[in-house]
């Protein structure tokens, strides 16, 4: 399992939220019906604090990032819940013109997906100059300079050269660093990073996730990482909220995570990796993969939304919906938090060291 980083909880104990989103449902009308992706979400992300939401496919990560930024009703899709304050304004009461004013400049994102997000008929350098005209003001003479700077801040060989050329004429983790680039065009306060390392091999994803580490500590910006990669998560991340079906069902310090989950479908997630035994131990048993699959939008089960698929389930698990609870004796000033009835009447329960199926009492 991968090293986990320190959690950095205490440092910002007294600092005020860089973003808040309070109870942030989201609804599309389609043909079939209506898709219920994300169901009263609530988290903060802290200044120079990394946030990442992870889950698989489909548990409403992508949608929760994109109604931040106000990405949502484009798509025929629905916000309600809220308020998202960011820096002390709520972007979901602003107008259309002023949050244009906030997107590209004082939040950045990396799209999932560099070549469909990039326009294919313009260089990298408009491209990235784009926001630097559109906010700061420049020139075009001074935003071509300032792209080929960006361009050498995130590591892209031969800037000068590449500046002049076309996404399709980029390697994929080329591709990805001109994406970094114009999402830090205007220095933003917060980067929205949505799978920054998918369909990249494993040496790009390393130098991509330490690049993303050091503009941190250069530019002192936040970061909410979307990810289902758990080496992602340790990586880069001080606290971490797992989705399932749209919800939050657990919450917690990265270090807290990795040592003691709180959630059955959080344990899943960690047993489903690899690992390679240390010097002396004995090999690792078979993965144990989550059995069944996120359940379909349209038709959620009642109750837990996992409990189709949770060895530990019983009989409320079935009919009542697990709210989000804090342990009654934390002290911690970002206590973690669960959705489990199990949780709730087994607190010293070790889900990493989990019975076989139907040895859950």
Same mark, same amino acid.
């Given at each position: 399992?991968?090293?986990?980083?320190s959690?950095?909880?205490?440092?910002?104990?007294?600092?005020?939220?860089?973003?808040?989103?309070?109870?942030?449902?989201?609804?599309? +009308?389609?043909?079939?019906?209506?898709?219920?992706?994300?169901? @009263?979400? =609530?988290?903060? /992300?802290?200044?120079?604090? $990394?946030? *990442?939401?992870?889950?698989?496919?489909?548990?409403?990560?992508?949608?929760?990032?994109?109604?931040?930024?106000?990405?949502?009703?484009?798509?025929?899709?629905?916000?309600?819940?809220?308020?998202?304050?960011?820096?002390?304004?709520?972007?979901?009461?602003?107008?259309?013109?002023?949050?244009?004013?906030?997107?590209?400049?004082?939040?950045g994102?990396?799209?999932?997906?560099?070549?469909?997000?990039?326009?294919?008929?313009?260089?990298?350098?408009?491209?990235?100059?784009?926001?630097?005209?559109?906010?700061?003001?420049?020139?075009?003479?001074?935003?071509?300079?300032?792209?080929?700077?960006?361009?050498?801040?995130?590591?892209?060989?031969?800037?000068?050269?590449?500046?002049?050329?076309?996404?399709?004429?980029?390697?994929?983790?080329?591709? +990805?660093?001109?994406?970094?680039?114009?999402?830090l065009?205007? @220095?933003? =306060?917060?980067? /929205?990073?949505d799978?920054? $390392?998918? *369909?990249?091999?494993?040496?790009?994803?390393?130098?991509?996730?330490?690049?993303?580490?050091?503009?941190?500590?250069?530019?002192?910006?936040?970061?909410?990482?979307?990810?289902?990669?758990?080496?992602?998560?340790?990586?880069?991340a001080?606290?971490?909220?797992?989705?399932?079906?749209?919800?939050?069902?657990?919450?917690?310090?990265?270090?807290?995570?990795f040592?003691?989950?709180?959630?059955?479908?959080?344990?899943?997630?960690?047993?489903?990796?690899?690992?390679?035994?240390?010097?002396?131990?004995?090999?690792?048993?078979?993965?144990?993969?989550?059995?069944?699959?996120?359940?379909?939008?349209?038709?959620?089960?009642?109750?837990?939304?996992?409990?189709?698929?949770?060895?530990?389930?019983?009989?409320?698990?079935?009919?009542?919906?697990?709210?989000?609870?804090?342990?009654?004796?934390?002290?911690?000033? @970002?206590?973690?938090?669960?959705a489990?009835?199990?949780?709730?009447?087994?607190?010293?329960?070790?889900?990493?060291?989990?019975?076989?199926?139907?040895?859950?009492?």
């Amino acid at each position: 399992m991968p090293s986990t980083p320190s959690s950095g909880s205490d440092a910002m104990a007294d600092t005020k939220p860089l973003l808040s989103v309070r109870e942030l449902s989201v609804s599309f +009308q389609t043909d079939a019906g209506v898709v219920h992706a994300v169901d @009263r979400v =609530s988290f903060e /992300i802290f200044p120079g604090e $990394t946030l *990442a939401l992870v889950g698989e496919s489909g548990s409403g990560k992508s949608v929760t990032a994109m109604s931040i930024l106000r990405l949502i009703e484009s798509q025929r899709g629905r916000v309600s819940g809220g308020p998202i304050e960011f820096e002390g304004r709520d972007l979901l009461a602003l107008s259309e013109k002023e949050v244009r004013a906030i997107r590209g400049n004082r939040i950045g994102m990396i799209f999932q997906e560099p070549m469909s997000s990039m326009n294919p008929v313009y260089t990298l350098g408009t491209q990235i100059g784009e926001p630097l005209l559109l906010h700061a003001r420049l020139s075009a003479t001074q935003a071509r300079s300032e792209a080929i700077r960006l361009l050498e801040l995130v590591g892209m060989p031969s800037p000068e050269r590449r500046v002049d050329e076309y996404p399709h004429q980029l390697s994929g983790g080329m591709r +990805q660093r001109a994406m970094i680039a114009m999402a830090l065009a205007c @220095r933003p =306060s917060l980067l /929205i990073a949505d799978e920054p $390392t998918t *369909a990249l091999d494993v040496t790009v994803q390393a130098q991509i996730l330490e690049l993303l580490a050091d503009l941190q500590r250069q530019l002192g910006m936040s970061i909410l990482m979307i990810t289902h990669d758990l080496g992602v998560v340790a990586s880069l991340a001080q606290r971490a909220l797992v989705m399932y079906a749209g919800r939050v069902v657990e919450r917690a310090a990265v270090v807290d995570l990795f040592e003691n989950p709180r959630h059955p479908y959080t344990a899943g997630l960690f047993q489903s990796l690899p690992r390679l035994p240390a010097p002396g131990e004995v090999a690792p048993e078979r993965l144990r993969p989550i059995e069944g699959s996120v359940p379909d939008a349209l038709h959620f089960p009642s109750g837990c939304r996992f409990h189709p698929r949770c060895r530990y389930a019983f009989a409320p698990c079935s009919e009542l919906v697990p709210e989000l609870r804090v342990p009654g004796d934390t002290q911690a000033s @970002r206590p973690r938090a669960s959705a489990c009835f199990y949780t709730e009447q087994h607190p010293d329960v070790s889900y990493l060291e989990a019975p076989a199926a139907g040895e859950a009492s």
